[in-house]
């Protein structure tokens, strides 16, 4: 399936590159209403807890796309396990041995991961904007969004690395007035330890959400498609 907006090969409900919800192809025969949808709204974007409106902001897409494009690789953990198999004789491989110990140890209950938790003075909005951006920027596949009335929960892949193997973050963004709250958590399954890999995770996090992070002050509400 590819991406009706940026035209990206994904899977699965929202587009990994633009945040854009997927349709399948009988989908976008029966309707195109759907990606061309007007927002009738009083309420500035800056201010709306809508995810899907919020992704439809040129402004917003335009910077998802350029950091997403522009966002380190990073060597997973399996991939440094090949190596060391190359160099350490074993009669398992370590690769195959996590590929089996990981799912395991975390049917167990095993898994580490931290939170955050914090009011950042910046409207609903720009806040979810400003999160997906952080994503991008970090190359944390964004996976779906899960939306409620005052705000929405952002679910994204945390890759695996030299540090740990893969989890996942969420991202819960509440609406609070003129401000939101943030509440951010890590989890990655099948390991006591990350190394750190969460708390830097969350701190780049939360500071790209402080300083509203490649968002240009009082865009205009002209700018929602």
């Given at each position: 399936?590819?991406?009706s907006e940026?035209?990206?090969?994904?899977?699965?409900?929202?587009?990994?590159?633009?945040?854009?919800?997927?349709h399948?192809?009988?989908?976008?025969?029966?309707?195109?209403?759907?990606?061309?949808v007007?927002?009738?709204?009083?309420?500035?974007?800056?201010?709306?807890?809508?995810?899907?409106?919020?992704?439809?902001v040129?402004?917003?897409r335009?910077?998802?796309?350029?950091?997403?494009?522009?966002?380190p690789?990073?060597?997973?953990?399996?991939?440094?396990?090949?190596v060391?198999?190359k160099?350490?004789?074993?009669?398992?491989?370590l690769?195959?041995?996590?590929?089996?110990?990981?799912?395991?140890?975390?049917?167990?209950g095993i898994?580490?991961g931290?939170?955050?938790?914090?009011?950042?003075?910046?409207?609903?909005?720009?806040?979810?904007?400003?999160?997906?951006?952080s994503?991008a920027?970090?190359?944390?596949?964004?996976?779906?969004?899960?939306?409620s009335?005052?705000g929405?929960?952002?679910?994204?892949?945390l890759?695996?690395?030299?540090?740990?193997?893969?989890?996942?973050?969420?991202?819960?963004?509440?609406?609070q007035?003129?401000?939101?709250?943030?509440?951010a958590?890590?989890?990655?399954?099948?390991?006591?330890?990350?190394?750190g890999k969460?708390?830097?995770?969350?701190?780049?996090?939360?500071s790209?959400?402080?300083?509203?992070?490649?968002l240009p002050?009082?865009i205009?509400?002209?700018?929602?498609?």
């Amino acid at each position: 399936m590819y991406c009706s907006e940026c035209g990206t090969r994904a899977s699965g409900k929202f587009c990994h590159k633009c945040g854009s919800r997927l349709h399948s192809p009988e989908q976008q025969q029966d309707s195109v209403v759907d990606t061309d949808v007007e927002w009738e709204s009083d309420v500035p974007w800056e201010h709306d807890p809508r995810y899907e409106r919020i992704v439809r902001v040129e402004a917003v897409r335009s910077a998802i796309t350029r950091h997403s494009a522009a966002a380190p690789k990073g060597i997973s953990g399996e991939a440094i396990l090949e190596v060391y198999d190359k160099i350490v004789a074993s009669p398992i491989p370590l690769a195959t041995l996590a590929a089996v110990v990981q799912p395991l140890y975390a049917s167990w209950g095993i898994r580490t991961g931290k939170e955050r938790s914090e009011v950042v003075d910046m409207p609903i909005g720009r806040t979810i904007a400003v999160a997906l951006i952080s994503l991008a920027k970090h190359g944390l596949p964004f996976q779906d969004a899960q939306q409620s009335d005052s705000g929405c929960q952002l679910n994204a892949e945390l890759p695996s690395s030299i540090c740990a193997l893969k989890g996942s973050l969420s991202i819960t963004l509440i609406q609070q007035g003129q401000k939101t709250t943030v509440h951010a958590a890590t989890t990655i399954p099948g390991q006591m330890y990350d190394w750190g890999k969460s708390d830097r995770c969350l701190d780049q996090l939360l500071s790209d959400i402080r300083s509203g992070h490649d968002l240009p002050p009082g865009i205009s509400q002209r700018s929602a498609a």
